[in-house]
């Protein structure tokens, strides 16, 4: 099955500076790549994905980009604020019919006022 | 969202009892998901079910098992807890084909507890 591996786990940024978190996913056939936020003590919520037939999406502050040679991609925010504080997930599947997620482990972004 | 619902939030029970956690949701989405949340391990999918007949497991099934009574409600039953099954769970929804696309909407948890 599929394994996705996300880095870092913890992440500290000053704001205004930009974060960046990276994840790899194991299988080839994969194309959808969506990233949920987790506020502390609230639900997941989607930000943004990506499929596979796309390098690179962008939603004001916020960007995804696809490496599918490398079966990588990565969240981009800029110009960080202290509403961006919270736990990251990427995750990975077949869409179209197998919209099984395997997320990665989360990434615990702090950003420092 | 509180289109998607849990119940109870927070439970605490002993080793050995049978629990039943509950997710209902008014978007009318097919498609349901149980997910447990562990810190350092995100969240893993325990079961699914892509529509009322429709039952398949997920990475992590073992001590689980799941009903979907009707469209709108998804139930996954620990038969016997043990205290490794303390984790916050979490129940999903999709609509593929419909405007949302693969999004999944989350309920807002339930904090299970076993001694």
């Known amino acids: 099955g599929e394994n996705v591996e996300q880095h870092p786990s913890t992440l500290s940024v000053q704001e205004g500076d930009s974060a960046v978190i990276k994840c790899t996913y194991s299988?080839?056939?994969?194309?959808?790549f969506p990233w949920y936020k987790q506020e502390l003590g609230k639900r997941p919520q989607l930000i943004i994905d990506?499929?596979?037939?796309?390098g690179e999406k962008k939603d004001q502050r916020i960007a995804v980009t696809l490496n599918k040679t490398a079966k990588h991609f990565s969240l981009h925010i800029t110009e960080t604020q202290p509403e961006d504080s919270a736990v990251y997930f990427c995750?990975?599947?077949?869409?179209?019919?197998?919209?099984?997620?395997?997320f990665g482990t989360g990434t615990r972004l702090t950003i420092i006022p | 969202d509180a289109d998607v619902t849990q119940t109870p939030r927070n439970r605490i029970t002993k080793t050995g009892k049978r629990i039943m956690l509950e997710c209902s949701q008014t978007?009318?989405?097919?498609?349901m998901y149980w997910y447990r949340q562990d810190p350092g391990l995100g969240l893993r999918l325990i079961y699914y079910?892509?529509?009322?007949?429709?039952?398949n497991k997920g990475e992590i099934s073992d001590g689980y098992s799941v009903s979907r009574q009707a469209q709108a409600k998804f139930s996954l039953s620990l038969e016997s807890a043990i205290p490794n099954q303390t984790a916050l769970y979490f129940c999903?929804?999709?609509?593929?084909?419909?405007?949302?696309?693969?999004?999944?909407?989350f309920g807002p948890g339930t904090r299970l507890t076993v001694l």
């Open positions: 999903a929804t999709s609509d593929p084909v419909g405007a949302s696309g693969d999004t999944q909407y």
């Open positions: 299988d080839s056939a994969s194309n959808y």
């Open positions: 990506i499929r596979s037939n796309v």
């Open positions: 995750a990975a599947s077949m869409s179209f019919g197998n919209e099984k997620l395997t």
């Open positions: 978007k009318g989405h097919d498609r």
């Open positions: 079910s892509f529509d009322v007949k429709d039952i």
